[in-house]
């Protein structure tokens, strides 16, 4: 190896931290008197290096990209995971996101609990231990526990005053407000919760109202992913398989619309054959449009990429 | 390793995609990006990124806490991407395709608004150019930053070799952008 090869391959190991830190020194320390070496540094800095420089890699990906693949990511866990969220798990997920809002709802819980103790030494007839509140009087609502095995849910309703209602999921009431916080919370994750916690009780048509709802206007993809999820199979109803349509055509997000042709997979309707036909043929992206043609084939089909 | 992540580890371990989840995300961009630059187009490198999640995701009960998680993650994004271009390799001698097939229209709109489109196609041909282990090298070394010594414990070898494979597909790809570098 020539002297010049030397230097060069010394200059490379340099600009990709190929030395050691004494090596790093010793290397700086020659620069300033060894002319050529700085001139050999100088033309690779000033070649590829300035073009693509290193490290470059990660941040010329787009954004976009990474959040579709994330979501892609999402549908495919979503399918190997099929079991229900662990206690733990829900209580995490809840807690993170309302973690902010504890500080602010802080004041106004000592508020009302200043209120409840100075109700309870004022005289007055026993009424029911949870009242009732609508929906329009709703501000908040937070699961405070949850019994997967019995279908027990506890909720924290924060209103005109904050209640507590137990109950079992399959109450109307209990389905009605956790409808309630999947269409009016202002955070995803505690809309994410509420589907989960109901896309077992579809048989509701107001809980299904509720889902596709959320299917079609959450700003959130992750949200609109699960209630697709939720409402899968259920074509039978004329607005569920509409709005699954609906998104599989014109969601913008890639993984909504990938989670709805799961929803619309056992579906023979003929509109719905329609609309898968025209998706397995003009659809953009080539996972999805693979992914139609597959339900169309076998109507229950296995992922193509797994 | 910190506390928040042997804990998302452990959850993960026991099926909760969601900690799955929030576990990678500290990790999937120098992934995808890896995958991205290792099969030359958004679309397959979306599948390599899956593939090699998913099968971080269902292997994740066999790792153990005393590895660094994120090398562990990255061997298996690298194993996948390798994998991939070998299985694309053997597609197109079998369908007798081009090599320098240009990516598909999506990836281009993808890619356009970060990275200028020509310089993008340029270093996608000139990375179809290289040996897979000089394109693992110079993606790793070069495109995502890592030092030489980390790309040795990624790609399974010495750090000498490292810097022949880095080298050599260094100068291939400065010899293939010479044009476009110099316009």
Known sequence: MTNRQAMRERVLSYLYGGLTSAEVEAFRQELASNAELAQCLAAEETGLHAHLPVGNGLTDLPDSLVDESRLLLRAALRRQVREPLSMLSQWSLWLGAIAPRLIWTGGSVALVLCGVLLGRVMPGPSGPRAPALTAETLVDVEVRGYDAAAGRIELELVGLATTHVEGDLADPQIQALLSAALLGDLEAGSRLLAVDLLRHQTASSTTRQALTEALLSDENPGVRIAAAAALSGLGADDGVRRALQQVLVEDDNAGVRVAAIEGLRNISHDDTRDVMERVSRFEPNPYIRAEARHALDVGRAIPTHL | ?183
């Open chain 2, 1 to 183: 390793m910190d506390d928040e992540e042997r804990d998302l580890i452990r959850r993960a371990q026991h099926g909760e995609g969601w900690a799955f989840e929030q576990l990678v995300r500290r990790y999937d961009r120098p992934i995808l990006a890896l995958a991205r630059d290792m099969v030359g187009n958004v679309s397959d490198a979306q599948d390599v990124y899956q593939g090699a999640l998913l099968a971080a995701f269902l292997g994740l009960p066999r790792f153990r806490m005393d590895s660094d998680f994120s090398t562990w993650l990255y061997r298996i994004a690298v194993n996948k991407a390798l994998r991939f271009r070998r299985q694309r390799q053997r597609r197109r001698t079998q369908y007798e395709a081009s090599a320098a097939a240009p990516p598909p229209p999506g990836a281009a709109v993808a890619d356009r608004q970060v990275l200028d489109v020509e310089l993008r196609q340029q270093l996608d041909l000139a990375l179809a150019e290289l040996s897979g282990q000089e394109r693992l090298a110079f993606t790793l070394c070069h495109r995502q930053g890592l030092r030489i010594d980390r790309a040795a414990e990624l790609m399974e070898c010495s750090a000498g070799s490292v810097k022949s494979y880095l080298f050599r597909g260094r100068d291939k790809v400065r010899k293939a952008l010479g044009a476009y570098m110099e316009s």
